[in-house]
Each structure stands twice: as C-alpha cells, then as structure tokens.
C-alpha cells in the first residue's frame, strides 16, 4: 500500500470513532505524532454550574490523544492521563485539543496536549498522557503487507 493510500485508510479509521461523533468533535489533523480536534460545547455538555462539565473537556483531549497515539496504524490505548484544568468555559465556545508526540520508548509514548479556547487563545486545560502500542495494527506498516 503506497504511503498516501495508507495515510488515507489510517485517516479514515481513525475519523469513524463513535463516541468522538456521537460528542460532535472534528479530528481536524492526523499526522504521525500530532493531532487537532475541536469541538463546540453546547448547552447539555454544561455542568450544574453553566460551565463546561470536566468530562466533556476530559474527552476532547482523549479524542486527540488517541488520533495522535494511533496515528501510524498501530493499535495503541491509554496506560495514563494527567489532565490539569485550568480555565473554565462555556457552551457556544469552541474548544482546541492538540496532541503532540514527546518521546517514543518501545512500547510507550508521551504525549503533551493543550485544549485551547479557540476565539480567546486562552489555555482551558493542559495533559500528559502515556500510551501502550500493542503489537497489532489496524492499518499494517509497508514492510507488513496489507494485513
């Protein structure tokens, strides 16, 4: 499979993730170690407060971080989230999470990710998160074959 092609199929399998539609967020990029996805709170993603409940914030950056840790077709899942709320927002805003790649270690990544207001500039949240790629792929590597 040429690098475009499986590129595109790693894209794809990426963007049909249920729980990322079902919440309206857009995986905006995926490339290796790096992703984007926004999302615009509503009013049922608000807490008793009126505030963006932590958990709709929690999984944007999820969202991201799975893109980012899956990014190159190999199955990989979540050993460890460290998430830092930092500024509170509101529904009708519109949220940022990128994901970026930190260091590869065998079996292991970190990942550094921003969830960002997007008309503000201002940092919502902040997480470092640890990643376990397993041996299998979704979307095999060239020398792999299709598999």
């Known amino acids: 499979m040429a690098e475009n092609a499986r590129r595109s199929a790693i894209n794809a399998y990426i963007q049909q993730d249920p729980f990322a539609n079902y919440l309206g967020a857009q995986v ?3 490339e290796p170690g790096h992703s984007r ?11 008793f407060h009126g505030m963006t409940h932590g958990g709709v914030i929690f999984a944007l950056g999820d969202i991201a971080f799975a893109a980012a840790g899956n990014s190159r077709g190999q199955i990989a899942v979540a050993l460890n989230v460290n998430m ?8 009708g805003d519109r949220l940022v999470a990128e994901a970026r790649e930190q260091h590869v270690g065998g079996r292991t990544g970190l990942y550094e990710i921003a969830i ?20 299998d792929w979704f979307v095999a590597p060239e020398d792999q074959g299709d598999g």
């Open 84 to 91: 830092h709320f930092l500024k509170a927002s509101k529904p």
């Open 116 to 135: 960002w207001d997007e008309d503000t500039g201002e940092l919502v949240a902040k997480s470092q998160d640890l990643v376990y790629r397993k041996r």
């Open 37 to 47: 996805v926004s999302l615009t709170v509503s009013e049922d993603m608000a807490n």
């Open 28 to 30: 905006e990029i995926i």
